[in-house]
């Protein structure tokens, strides 16, 4: 059934309608906890029988009935296969890393063999600008011993004031010079020291990998050695945990193991039933948070209009909502009560889910939730024409 409403009344109505639905996302948060207590509970219990059962079983397996013997049979059949492909993996992975560990320490000695290789090349490089600032040196004091005679005679600046102004030229470029040559002097240290700082820092990244890896082929070959080691024994401990965590009917030949097997099968059926009931929690609070993100983004495009017509004194806007909104936005109260008891749904997995599943699949479905944000969005955008 379509409506009209005011941008006061529109406003209030989708605030309204996020209440709704944080309202059923709340109802359905507390179903979520009471399923996790109760599968944990589940899941303890469980694995307290399977641990128990498990010697049990891998002794007494020749000793056990027909049918139960080949279910065990063809089970420890499959755990061997898939602990030789995981033997084999692990042998694949710690040979895969120990050869990049290797590759880090033959890196690693050859950045230190590069580093000594540069060291007598910047020392022949040093020694040579050093020759050369001790020639420049000596032709410097040459020149001030020639300066200084010239300058001795009372009369001596003005016979030979045009040889010492080209002497005192010469000893300027020659200090250039010697000041250049220092120069490179220093560059070629910084260079020796910056790649002694480069080294450093490649040696302890490369040292940091290698520990890492090492650690890893460590722990892989720990496995490797486990797994092969204990071959035989782990191939029937996994064999026997498998069938133990799999049965969700009493075998037909379960003979002396009936009556152990009897609670194990309910607490296996009723961890199940919980993983269901927890799937479809996660989802459908998955699905409310999404929705109300988009109701959230919506209200505030909404309020934005409205303190715009407020501030400005605009003319009143009326909007025509779609058949489709007010049906959509109508489920709420429904939906809310048929979650409402959550003590007696959370014991209930089953019954939540299918509760839960029937009403989004007929009202909450993707398409429908597209169709209500987007006639919503309409009826907003032609209600605002009206100020144009």
Do not use: C
Request: avoid cysteine; proline fraction near 3%.
């Amino acid at each position: 059934m379509s409506a009209a409403m005011t941008l006061a009344e529109f406003y209030r109505y989708t605030r309204q309608n996020r209440k709704r639905i944080a309202d059923v996302y709340r109802e359905i948060e507390e179903i979520q906890y009471q399923f996790n207590d109760l599968y944990q509970q589940q899941v303890v219990e469980r694995q307290k029988l399977v641990a128990t059962y498990i010697p049990l079983l891998v002794e007494a397996a020749e000793d056990l009935p027909a049918g139960m013997k080949k279910l065990f049979g063809e089970r420890e059949q499959t755990e061997r296969r898939a602990i030789g492909e995981e033997i084999a993996r692990l042998e694949s992975e710690t040979a895969e890393k120990r050869r990049a560990a290797d590759q880090l320490i033959e890196e690693a000695q050859r950045q230190v063999a590069y580093l000594r290789e540069q060291n007598p090349i910047l020392d022949q490089q040093e020694e040579e600008m050093k020759a050369r600032r001790a020639s420049f040196q000596s032709e410097i004091q040459q020149l001030d011993t020639e300066i200084k005679q010239l300058n001795r005679f009372p009369v001596g600046w003005l016979v030979n004031s045009i040889k010492l102004r080209r002497l005192r030229k010469q000893r300027v470029g020659l200090i250039s010079n010697v000041r250049a040559v220092e120069r490179g002097i220093r560059d070629v240290r910084e260079k020796w020291q910056a790649n002694k700082r480069t080294l450093q820092e490649k040696q302890t990244d490369l040292r940091s990998k290698w520990q890492t890896l090492s650690v890893e082929v460590s722990q892989l070959q720990s496995k490797l050695d486990h797994l092969t080691t204990n071959f035989d024994q782990q191939s029937r401990q996994n064999a026997a945990q498998g069938l133990l965590s799999d049965f969700k009917e009493l075998p037909a030949s379960a003979g002396d193991w009936k009556d152990r097997l009897a609670p194990l099968v309910e607490l296996n059926r009723g961890e199940a039933i919980y993983k269901t009931g927890l799937r479809t929690v996660s989802e459908i609070l998955g699905l409310l948070k999404g929705l109300g993100e988009g109701m959230d983004r919506f209200i505030r495009s909404v309020g934005t209009v409205y303190e715009e017509q407020r501030r400005y004194r605009l003319p009143p806007l009326t909007l025509k909502l779609s058949d489709g909104v007010t049906s959509f936005h109508s489920a709420w109260p429904e939906f809310q009560s048929k979650v409402k008891d959550e003590k007696y749904l959370g014991t209930h997995p089953l019954e939540f889910s299918h509760r839960v599943q029937d009403f989004t699949q007929e009202r909450l479905g993707e398409t429908e939730i597209q169709e209500m944000f987007e006639d919503m969005g309409d009826a907003l955008n032609e209600a605002t024409k009206a100020w144009h």
